[in-house]
């Protein structure tokens, strides 16, 4: 995934629930796009209901965001082609992460942390890419509150060959900041981007992907 590439930042914005915001996100050079496919978000998306999702395929990279999913909707959503990537933002295992590996699906791994514990358990999933996050139990992610970076330095410094996406509390006035302390190879916004829930400010947006775009 060129989303991946640690030769610089890019910008996943989260929790698009608009096919027009959609369109405009990947027309703004957005890297990539987090559907919530959880029933409990306030962001969330019904996949049956919102097809054009499959119509963004090779404008932008789309991630379907799931929180402990014990159907096999994910596999089914990029089975059709309505997704690219799987990012597990739930209570999943090693073993269910591995599921997807061996299916040959990208699939994230969502940790939220609050001491050195959480990262020794985020280097363990054997993800593509790990995804750290403020600790929210039960409302996984989404909360706009930030967390101690210096744990996702540690991470970084911890397991150099991991993929790390930083999230939690990123807005514009400190994109820059969390790029030059933590080296993420993304930034994850949903809040920080926002109207309100759901609904892109794309002011916002401009100004985070210009702090992406300094850093690259």
């Known amino acids: ?14 929790g698009v629930t608009v ?4 369109e405009r996100l990947a027309a703004m050079g957005v890297h ?7 029933p409990g978000s306030k962001r969330y998306l019904d996949p049956r209901a919102n097809f054009w999702m499959k119509d963004l395929v090779g404008a932008i990279l789309r991630v379907g965001v799931f929180v402990n999913e014990e159907s096999d ?16 933002h739930g209570e999943e295992t090693p073993e269910c992460v591995g599921g997807f590996r061996k299916a040959g699906i990208p699939v994230i ?5 609050k001491d050195y514990s ?26 706009g509150e930030t967390f101690d970076w210096g744990l ?11 993929p ?30 926002e109207i309100s829930p759901g609904v892109k400010d794309f002011n916002k947006v401009t100004a985070l992907l210009e702090a992406c775009a300094a850093k690259r």
């Open 1 to 14: 995934m060129d989303f991946l590439d640690n030769k610089g930042t890019s910008l996943k914005i989260c």
């Open 19 to 22: 096919r027009s915001e959609a």
């Open 32 to 38: 990539a796009l987090g559907f919530n496919f959880w």
């Open 73 to 88: 909707l994910p596999y089914r959503l990029y089975a059709e082609g309505m997704i690219d990537v799987v990012q597990l």
């Open 109 to 113: 791994k969502a940790v939220g942390v």
């Open 118 to 143: 959480d990262i020794e358990i985020a280097g363990s999933y054997g993800s593509d890419a790990v995804l750290l996050d403020a600790h929210a139990p039960k409302v996984f992610g989404g909360t």
């Open 152 to 162: 996702a330095l540690a991470f970084n410094k911890r397991f150099p060959s991991i």
């Open 164 to 193: 790390m996406i930083l999230a939690g509390g990123i807005i514009p006035g400190n994109a820059e900041h969390a790029m030059v302390e933590v080296r993420p190879v993304a930034l994850d916004v949903a809040s920080g981007a």
